[in-house]
């Protein structure tokens, strides 16, 4: 009789449907307004009273419904990104509880900031690599010497140049290994070389450093 009773009980939990089920594993806690389970599935909102629920530590990747890898599709990012705003922009939220208006202006923040990193190729590869446990040292003394030598030597160009036609000179030839250098960044998140990809965003960070004293000194001039 046990058996029995043991059989039809696992033929009644084969029944469900997987949305039940999933249902059922997902609510692991409850809303701070109706008190009632709430579904992870749905990041923002109450399913059973509406009201907008508190920040939680929400992976940038999954917050804006990008796939996690760096050939982010720029397009969809900002799409999403938008639609996101419109939902939850503080605005949105004037008339509501104190505690809605908070989390809106938490939320707004976040949303804000996942943008910000993963609209920006440096930004974004930086945060891949923290994600898996890999910083990026403040001293970068795993650059070898002779792109230090060059990194040197390329300062010294720009602190040289005496026109705006010199500095776009080195600048066309700093952009194109930059190019080369982000062409590498793609391929190597691509195959998982997670030590190549940290190299190469370390020799990327003085390159882009250069590119910004590059900038700064052409408005010098420009101004003058």
Known sequence: MIKSFLKLNLIAI???SRDTVRTYCVCTNTCW???KPLVTSNKFFCASCGSLQKVKNADFF??????NTFS???SILSSNFRQLQTILHPDKFSQKSDKEKMNSLEWSSLINKAYKTLSIPLERAIYILHKKGISIDEENTSVDPDFLSDVMDLNEQVEEAASTT???AI????NSDVDHLYTSLHKYFSSNELDK??????RLKYLLNIDSVIK???????LQ
């Open 14 to 16: 084969r029944s469900l």
């Open 72 to 74: 982010v599709n720029t």
């Open 216 to 222: 700064q000194k052409q408005l010098k001039y420009k």
């Open 166 to 168: 010199d500095l776009e």
């Open 33 to 35: 307004s109706c008190r």
């Open 197 to 202: 990809a940290k190299s190469t965003l370390v």
């Open 62 to 67: 999954t917050l804006l419904d990008v796939p």
């Open 171 to 174: 600048a066309k030839s700093l």
